[in-house]
């Protein structure tokens, strides 16, 4: 069985291969070599651990790498989501000054305010309470 693992270079990179794709035990790669050698049990258990380890390594941080991206991404989207949501209210409060200036007059009278304010058809304390302002 030792001589069909490693009885040739070609022979052990395969079984080399093998052992860390888990196309074979290599608990039983490692029986044979403690057999000949103790050492070379050793030397091919820390080859398994690197491998595995490192493959494990490399999956892990493209995952975490991406995971990041997705965070930036997601962040900028909200940064972006929260300008709009601010561009339109101010442009929905630009139109409601518009409508409050009865006389177009550029600004806007106290008469003006509490006429607009009191007509209960507009019903603008849910409208404001809407777009998180408090009218109170």
């Not at 030397?43 to 991406?66: D, K, P, Q, R, W």
């Not at 995971?67 to 989207?77: F, G, H, I």
């Not at 409050?100 to 006429?115: F, H, V, Y």
């Amino acid at each position: 069985a030792l001589k069909e693992s490693f009885g040739s270079l070609l022979r052990s990179m395969f079984s080399l291969f093998m052992a860390i794709t888990s196309g074979r035990n290599w608990g039983e790669l490692s029986a044979l070599l403690q057999e000949v050698n103790p050492f070379a049990m050793v030397v091919f258990l820390v080859y398994v651990a690197v491998c595995i380890l490192g493959v494990m390594n490399v999956v892990t941080s493209v995952y975490v790498e991406s995971a990041m991206q997705c965070t930036a991404n997601y962040k900028d989207l909200l940064i972006q989501e929260k300008m709009l949501i601010g561009h339109t209210q101010a442009k929905h409060m630009k139109q409601i000054f518009n409508v409050i200036d009865s006389d177009n007059s550029g600004t806007i009278s106290l008469s003006e305010m509490a006429a607009f304010v009191e007509n209960p058809q507009l019903d603008l304390q849910s409208y404001f309470e809407a777009m998180d302002i408090s009218a109170t």
